[in-house]
């Protein structure tokens, strides 16, 4: 029996064709010719007679090729510039530019993820922009709690240097 939707000669008892793995008509004729057969038979009462055809042996697909384990590299998405600005500046401000790299990453790090959200096919660094800004906030807190600490002991050594203590009359 010939495929009708790819032409391919197939067994006469196959229920798919073994190219293209169309259903084949006939193998629906031959069931509902059993079911029919069956159904008289009962009907006439003789359902023991009833011995059914043996079941059409179905034609397995073609075996595809199997998946390979490596695929690959995926397709990655570049990170931000700004994202990357952000973190480099956020260390920077912990190290050699105290409040001024602290400050640049505060505000490179929100505009860096604005960006990521708009285009997030065309570009990637979420993560990357969220620590430069926390290293940002952290250089900025460090900077405010030592110049307060400097000036403290600046008070205090003025107040050494002018007088010995409070004075007492």
């Given amino acids: 029996m010939d495929c009708p939707a790819c032409g391919s000669p197939n067994e006469e008892n196959a ?3 073994g190219s293209c793995g169309t259903t084949l008509s006939r193998a629906e004729e031959a069931a509902q010719e059993t079911l029919a057969e069956a159904t008289a038979a009962v009907e006439a009462g003789r359902e023991e007679s009833f011995v059914p055809p043996a079941t059409p042996r179905a034609v397995a697909a073609p075996a595809r090729e199997p998946e ?19 973190l480099v500046l956020g260390i920077g401000g912990l190290t050699f530019l105290p409040l001024v790299g602290s400050i640049i990453a505060v505000i490179l790090g929100p505009m ?20 430069g800004m926390i290293l940002g906030w952290i250089g900025i807190g460090l900077t405010v709690l030592g110049l307060l600490l400097f000036g403290a002991i600046t008070v ?5 240097a002018f007088g010995a203590g409070w004075p007492t009359n």
């Fill in 68 to 86: 390979p384990l490596y695929a690959g590299p995926s397709q990655s998405v570049p990170t931000s510039g700004l994202a990357i600005a952000s």
């Fill in 156 to 160: 205090c050594a003025m107040a050494g």
């Fill in 15 to 17: 229920l798919f064709c």
């Fill in 112 to 131: 860096a993820r604005n960006e990521i959200r708009r285009r997030p096919d065309q570009v990637s660094g979420d993560g990357v922009a969220l620590v």
